[in-house]
């Protein structure tokens, strides 16, 4: 099993529409969660961290379930600069600094 | 400034040329990665320093030697690569201690073996 799991899409969505990506990490005494965006052929950029109240930036919301060993990010109201990699990032190993990239989720937003 | 700054942006190195790439980040950060990114992978993590410490090693071949002279510097030395060792090569920052904060990456040293 990887250490960091995403469904790789694409998904295809309209303008406005609501679209949800889920990832699955695979230890449990991982402590530090984070979503990323990388456009194609630049580094990745920090979208938001996740919290374990869940969080809300904007049109983007994560949520982290712990029991379930997921996070999840919804982006509401599309728009076409939306289009991206969405990236889940998991630190491993609590006390130490490994962050893990899931495999990535390929979103493209149509007029 | 939440700026981490690699050069060179792109490389062409022969497999029997000894090269380095460089990363420099000003934003106190304690921890300082490297990840390897191929063509629609995700990046993967290769080392990790923590306090100018190696804290982590993903079993990266010996022919990439990471080197971190300060807490502001990071070195990836190369040496007889292979054109599979062609990617991007990303490093990044963060917070150290118990739960490691969010990552600030470089736009990446695009290398290609030849």
């Not at chain 1, 996070?71 to 509401?76: D, E, G, N, V, Y």
Request: net charge positive; aromatic share 10%.
């Amino acid at each position: 099993r990887k250490e960091v799991e995403q469904d790789p899409g694409p998904f295809n969505v309209p303008e406005g529409a609501t679209v949800a990506f889920n990832c699955t990490y695979s230890n449990s005494a991982s402590q530090s969660f984070f979503w990323y965006r990388q456009d194609c052929r630049k580094e990745p950029k920090l979208l938001m961290s996740v919290y374990s109240s869940g969080n809300e930036d904007g049109r983007f919301t994560a949520q982290l379930n712990r029991a379930s060993q997921y996070i999840s990010l919804l982006i509401r109201d599309s728009k076409l600069s939306d289009s991206a990699t969405y990236l889940c990032v998991v630190n491993m190993e609590a006390g130490f600094q490994k962050l893990v990239f899931g495999t990535g989720t390929r979103l493209l937003v149509s007029p | 400034d939440t700026e981490v700054t690699q050069t060179p942006k792109h490389l062409v190195m022969g497999m029997t040329n000894k090269k380095s790439l460089k990363c420099e980040q000003h934003m106190g950060h304690r921890a300082m990665y490297w990840y390897k990114q191929k063509a629609k992978k995700p990046p993967e993590l290769m080392f990790v320093y923590s306090y100018e410490k190696l804290s982590i090693n993903e079993s990266v071949p010996s022919r990439f030697s990471p080197e971190c002279p300060n807490s502001s510097l990071l070195n990836l030395h190369l040496h007889a690569l292979q054109p599979e060792d062609s990617a991007l090569y990303l490093c990044a920052s963060s917070r150290s201690g118990q739960t490691a904060g969010e990552a600030f990456f470089g736009q990446g040293t695009r290398l290609t073996v030849v």
